[in-house]
Nanobody, 126 residues
């Protein structure tokens, strides 16, 4: 298994930026795809972004494309989500997740990911 711990959430004004971090431990980090999801109150968890094992492939939800950037540092067992031009509709709990079954294919369904962090709250005020 792998343990995932998110950090970096907080309260920010619309138009501002945040960088979320996810620290992984317990398994060879470079062997799997990582993803970020989010869940707003009363809504289902939704895909935000995913990154391949090497970082060479990324994929984003249309709602965040051009504003968010996912990256990883395998030497540090970290994955990041840089969020720019934040909007009130970005308010949610953000989760990082690991897909142990793939190194390249970037999946967007939450049930396809095997391990999850506890989440970090992001609140964007208007």
């Amino acid at each position: 298994q792998v343990q995932l711990v998110e950090s970096g959430g907080g309260l920010v004004q619309a138009g501002g930026s945040l960088r979320l971090s996810c620290a992984a431990s317990g398994r060879t980090f470079s062997n799997y795809v990582m993803g970020w999801f989010r869940q707003a109150p009363g809504k289902e968890r939704e895909f935000v972004a995913a990154i391949s094992w090497s970082g060479g492939r990324t994929f984003y939800a249309d709602s965040v494309k051009g504003r968010f950037t996912i990256s990883r540092d395998n030497a540090k067992n970290m994955v990041y989500l840089r969020m720019n031009s934040l909007k009130p509709e970005d308010t949610a709990v953000y989760y990082c997740a690991a897909d142990f079954h793939d190194t390249i294919t970037l999946k967007t369904q939450s049930h396809e990911y095997d391990s999850w962090g506890q989440g970090t709250q992001v609140t964007v005020s208007s």
